[in-house]
């Protein structure tokens, strides 16, 4: 545990040092704590948004979307998508070093999370003062400083150059973003096709 925290708070703090020993040490079971907490925090903050703000359910979710925010649902979809964007992510690595394994960077990734988890209360407390805008530039922040943490470890764990670990980034967001767009078409085509109807 106390293992655990120190990763945590070097990822934060210094995050160099943190992912070198990282790579060093390979705590994957550590990295799958990390992502549970983040994805009990992200369905948390998000069933909370959504309570917090029903006309925002209504109008960009729809009525059946409480199946979104089943927990269980909701750690397997981020599980998921996670496992799909490090699959990508770990192709463009492969070009630079081949020796790197897809355990490694699922771990690399999965510490990148910790700015969401850090900043889960000062959200909730944002949420109480039904603050949207502010919760939503809050979630922006995170996004940003996950990317930072991401490019950062990417550079480490392949010693590159910052541009380059940059582009191994975005051309995985690329592609990422391309499969989302695919399954959200595929999806809305068999809900159409009555094949996945909506009742």
């Not at 903050?45 to 925002?56: D, F, G, R, V, Y």
């Not at 492969?94 to 690399?108: E, H, V």
Request: glycine letters at 2%; hydrophobic letters at 55%; a positive charge.
């Amino acid at each position: 545990m106390i293992k655990i925290i120190d990763l945590f708070y070097k990822t934060i703090t210094k995050p160099n040092e943190a992912f070198k020993r990282i790579k060093e040490e390979k705590p994957i079971t550590d990295a799958f704590i990390i992502f549970f907490i983040y994805a009990f925090v992200n369905y948390f903050i998000s069933k909370i948004s959504i309570m917090k703000n029903p006309e925002l359910f209504k109008e960009l979710v729809g009525p059946q979307a409480k199946l979104i925010f089943n927990p269980i649902i909701s750690i397997i979809s981020s599980a998921i998508w996670l496992f799909i964007f490090n699959g990508i992510l770990l192709f463009f690595v492969k070009k630079k070093n081949n020796s790197l394994k897809y355990s490694d960077i699922l771990t690399l990734d999965f510490f990148t999370l910790t700015p969401i988890i850090l900043l889960f209360i000062p959200q909730l407390l944002l949420l109480k003062l039904h603050l949207f805008s502010l919760v939503y530039f809050m979630s922006f922040i995170q996004l940003i400083w996950c990317l930072i943490l991401l490019i950062i470890g990417i550079k480490v764990f392949i010693s590159l150059e910052t541009k380059d670990a940059l582009i191994i980034y975005i051309k995985s967001s690329l592609i990422f973003a391309l499969v989302i767009l695919i399954s959200i078409f595929l999806s809305t085509k068999l809900i159409g096709s009555g094949i996945y109807p909506i009742k």
